[in-house]
């Protein structure tokens, strides 16, 4: 009995020489639930970036919209069919107190001028020009709108100009007392005969206007225009001599 007691000892596994596995740890609720919120967060920042790539690269911004891709100011190209044209309004004379004003021969004359609201190219050169009465006989082309310039290419921010009757009219032609002169304003780039230059950029504006000679030596005090006491006293001297000496005569 002893023996078979020994064998069954010997036979019996040892179970404690096994190595007991390690139960894997399972990771907590919050845990998990805190890796999700953060996957989730990444994947909408991503989404979101790519949104607003999108946005900027296929889609203009309002600024872009209102000045153009390139930075340019917008034109509504429209306007090019239906604007109405600008014009010139004269200001110096007052063309809406004075209809046709009389300028004197021989005197330097100032207009001045003013653009309309329809104006919205104003013109970068403006030129004047002037045309004979039809019955002058001074004119060369009767076709021809103008018959001397008065002023060329001078710049389209300018409000005022003074014309030189005396330099600046038709060569070998002197200007007459008359009625029925013609002065025309209009944009350099398009000419005077360019009835229709375009929307928002002024036609040819033409102003009636007469022109006379002044025969009027004398000032409201009698005195003589442009005299010159200091040059008259020797004149004026002899005169008052001679009186005198006419007036003793006739007492002897």
């Known amino acids: 009995l002893t023996l078979v007691s020994m064998a069954q000892d010997n036979t019996t596994p040892d179970t404690t020489a ?3 596995p390690t139960p894997t740890s399972r990771p907590s609720a919050s845990t998990s639930r805190k890796s999700t919120d953060a996957s989730d967060s990444q994947a909408t920042d991503a989404a979101t970036d790519n949104e607003e790539g999108s946005l900027n690269e296929d889609e203009p911004t309002q600024e872009e919209e209102d000045s153009g891709n390139d930075g340019s100011p917008s034109f509504d190209e429209s306007y090019d069919e239906t604007g109405m044209p600008g014009t010139v309004e004269l200001t110096t004379p007052d063309y809406l107190t004075i209809p046709t004003p009389m300028f004197e021969i021989g005197e330097k004359i ?3 001028w003013k653009y309309s609201n329809d104006t919205k190219r104003p013109p970068s050169k403006l030129s004047i020009c002037g045309k004979f009465p039809k019955d002058s006989g001074k004119s060369t082309n009767a076709a021809a709108l103008c018959d001397w310039d008065i002023a060329v290419n001078i710049s389209g921010s300018l409000r005022k100009y003074v014309w030189d009757t005396v330099t600046q009219g038709m060569p070998g032609a002197a200007f007459v007392a008359d009625s029925g002169y013609l002065m025309y304003f209009y944009d350099s780039d398009y000419g005077v005969n360019n009835a229709i230059p375009g929307a928002g950029r002024i036609v040819p ?3 009636w206007f007469n022109m006379y000679n002044s025969r009027y030596d004398l000032t409201n005090q009698g ?5 010159n006491p200091s040059s008259a006293a020797t004149a004026l ?6 009186v005198v000496a006419g007036a003793l005569c006739l007492l002897v």
């Open 110 to 112: 100032t207009l001045g």
């Open 18 to 20: 096994e190595s007991t």
């Open 223 to 227: 005195v003589p225009v442009g005299y």
């Open 237 to 242: 001297s002899v005169g008052v001599w001679t």
């Open 205 to 207: 504006s033409q102003f």
